[in-house]
């Protein structure tokens, strides 16, 4: 239980300071402890959804949010996201691995070669 607040709380840390999202960390580290994928993949989306609410009143209140685009990429998220559990389940676990592995990797990569301002 421990390590589970105190992982939380640096993932957290890491995600409001990044907009990043926790995913990319909370999503390892659950199949790691012995989750399945689709546990992982679900329990991090609640932790995300706790964590983003939190730190985006935290935005809103320091004026850092742009509301009007929030909401226009919410829109296509939202749809997009009544897809993505169906997509999930038609996966093996080995091949979201290695898909979700790669595009870690290629986002890394991306933010190093491409470090703009």
């Known amino acids: 239980m421990t390590l589970y607040v105190l992982f939380g709380i640096l993932v957290g840390a890491l995600s409001s300071g990044t907009g990043l999202g926790g995913g990319f960390l909370v999503v390892p580290f659950l199949i ?7 546990i992982s993949v ?21 004026g ?5 685009t ?3 990429l919410a829109a296509g998220g939202i749809l997009g996201a009544q897809a993505g559990p169906h997509f999930l389940s038609l996966l093996p676990e080995v091949i979201f691995k290695r898909g979700f592995g790669t595009i870690m990797i290629a986002a890394g990569l991306w933010l190093i070669i491409n470090p703009k301002p």
């Not at 790691?32 to 689709?38: E, P, R, W």
């Not at 983003?52 to 209140?61: E, F, G, P, V």
């Not at 850092?64 to 009007?68: E, R």
Request: glycine share 8%; net charge positive; no cysteine.
């Open 42 to 62: 679900g329990t991090s989306i609640l932790y995300v959804f706790v964590v983003a609410i939190s730190s985006l009143i935290t935005h809103y209140r320091m």
């Open 32 to 38: 790691y402890l012995g989750k399945t994928v689709k």
């Open 64 to 68: 850092n949010v742009d509301v009007k």
């Open 70 to 72: 929030g909401l226009i």
